[in-house]
């Protein structure tokens, strides 16, 4: 496929001239999805757009950057294993495979590559990883990169998440209705039919842009096709980046306890000191896709106009989905390998199992991997490598999470993390490593007393703050607010 620089996708609209506005847009399928991809996006994802400038203007969603420049910043040793830090700044799209049949890619994230071990993946020890530089248990790198024989699209079948030569409607709103006169009398009320469509050859940046509109504003389609200098968020529009949690706390699993530091005079929360679970849990944000974010707010999400994107997967006709897509979209979840086992906010795609053989009807020996046993000739499966693990032998169980127990934590009131004792907690001891960390005279008294500068210039004493302890999950539930 081309480089998604010089590929386009039409897009037609009309303007009302007096209200200055996109009254309503006409595309193909093929443009809708690339709109629907904007829901298996995760939260890191679109961060790490932000903040390779891919937007024009500024993005913050809450505090989601701090919290990414935090995972950014901390230490590589407060991971798990080295590849932890790699897969929270850069996540994996839970519908991979989907978003790279789109005309448009919206997510840049490199596709996933299968590595296997040069001696071993002849031997019955067989390993695959999905991660570059994994070490095999023969102790020799992973670094034989392997094709994975896939399904190819059936013939005749255009599309990725609805059917490509459908014809929709799109409102400024992004709301999406099925193509037909019936649909647009609504919207196109009071609108002098007379005027000329406008045809537009829609770019990556543009998408972006859409993307960057669609998560700040209630008018993407006006702001990016007839205000493109005016990268503010329009000033009518109130913004809030997060509405209070409002689904069932049955979304979530287990629970985990943390202690926060109070400000007396503002009753205001100064910072949380946690372990890693809870630190497990908000850096899982930033793999979790917007659609899932959706999904467990019940779609109210008060940020731009996502939720109307949202909706409209929810409302089309299940007709206007190829396969299961629609389902896929209203819960994209988190990509395989990238979830949580302890505190699970999210749907976690499946973990596939892998094949490896030579692939059927063909003369070649050279061995391939697959996902779908009856493409291979004598299969063999495969183990798969857990990027978290950093144990080498053996316990390649699922891992628990990313951060590294033993490690005390200090999250300020907006998701800013940081380690003390910088994150040298690596003794074998829970007991004594703990308490070196807490009491690192350098990085934790320092911390307080900024805090406390922050709070009252210098002038009020340590007993202005006291700590509580707070209990997630059991009858509360946080999101970034
Ligand atoms: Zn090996």
């Known amino acids: 496929m081309a480089t998604n620089e010089e590929v386009t996708v039409t897009m037609t609209y009309w303007v009302d001239d007096k209200q200055e506005r996109v009254v309503m847009a006409e595309a193909s399928g093929e443009f809708?999805?690339?709109?629907?991809?904007?829901?298996?996006?995760?939260?890191?994802?679109?961060?790490r757009l932000q903040s390779d400038n891919k937007f024009p203007g500024q993005l913050e969603i809450g505090c989601i950057n701090n919290l990414y420049e935090s995972v950014k910043d901390l230490s590589p040793d407060v991971f798990r294993s080295n590849m932890c830090q790699k897969m929270l700044l850069s996540p994996r799209n839970p519908l991979e495979g989907y978003c790279q049949r789109l005309k448009l890619k919206v997510d840049d994230t490199p596709p996933t590559k299968h590595f296997v071990c040069p001696t071993c993946s002849t031997g019955s020890n067989l390993w695959v990883s999905t991660f570059?530089?994994?070490?095999?248990?023969?102790?020799?790198?992973?670094?034989?990169?392997?094709?994975?024989?896939?399904?190819g699209s059936k013939e005749g079948e255009s599309g990725v998440f609805v059917r490509g030569n459908a014809m929709f409607l799109i409102c400024d709103d992004l709301t999406i209705l099925p193509g037909s006169p019936g649909n647009a009398v609504l919207p196109l009320r009071n609108y002098q039919l007379d005027a000329q469509p406008m045809e537009v050859q829609v770019d990556k940046n543009r998408i972006l842009h859409i993307l960057k509109q669609a998560l700040t504003s209630q008018t993407p389609l006006t702001d990016v096709f007839l205000n493109p200098n005016q990268t503010s968020v329009r000033k009518t529009t109130p913004f809030y980046p997060f509405s209070r949690y409002t689904g069932s706390s049955n979304n979530f699993k287990g629970s985990?306890?943390?202690?926060?530091?109070?400000?007396?005079?503002?009753?205001?929360?100064k910072f949380a000191e946690t372990d890693g679970d809870f630190v497990d849990f908000l850096v899982s944000f930033l793999t979790i896709s917007l659609g899932s974010i959706l999904h467990l707010?019940?779609?109210?999400?008060?940020?731009?106009?996502?939720?109307?994107?949202?909706?409209?997967?929810?409302?089309?006709?299940?007709?206007?989905?190829?396969?299961?897509?629609k389902k896929l979209l209203l819960n994209p979840g988190v990509a395989p390998q990238f979830g949580c086992k302890s505190i699970q906010v999210s749907a976690l795609q499946e973990v596939p199992k892998y094949w490896y053989g030579v692939k059927s009807g063909t003369n070649s020996d050279e061995k391939k991997i697959s996902k779908i046993r009856n493409m291979l000739r004598d299969p063999e499966e495969m183990k798969l490598f857990e990027p978290r693990c950093c144990d080498i032998d053996g316990a390649r169980e699922r891992a628990i999470g990313f951060m590294k127990r033993p490690c005390i934590f200090v999250v300020s009131d907006d998701l800013k993390v940081k380690t003390t004792a910088n994150g040298r907690t690596t003794t074998t001891n829970a007991t004594t490593s703990a308490t070196n960390a807490t009491t690192n005279t350098t990085s934790s008294i320092q911390y307080l007393r900024q805090q406390i500068q922050n709070n009252y210039k210098g002038t009020e004493p340590v007993d202005g703050f006291f700590d509580t302890r707070y209990r997630f999950f059991d009858t509360e539930s946080i999101l970034p607010d």
Do not use: H, W
């Not at 570059?132 to 399904?151: P, Y």
């Not at 926060?260 to 005079?265: G, L």
């Open 32 to 47: 809708v999805d690339i709109l629907f991809s904007f829901l298996t996006l995760p939260l890191g994802t679109i961060t």
């Open 297 to 325: 707010m019940n779609g109210r999400v008060s940020l731009g106009s996502i939720q109307n994107l949202y909706a409209s997967v929810k409302n089309l006709d299940s007709s206007c989905f190829i396969g299961s897509s």
């Open 256 to 269: 985990v306890e943390i202690k926060v530091i109070m400000s007396k005079s503002e009753n205001k929360i």
């Open 132 to 151: 570059e530089g994994a070490t095999c248990s023969c102790r020799k790198l992973m670094d034989k990169e392997t094709e994975l024989l896939e399904e």
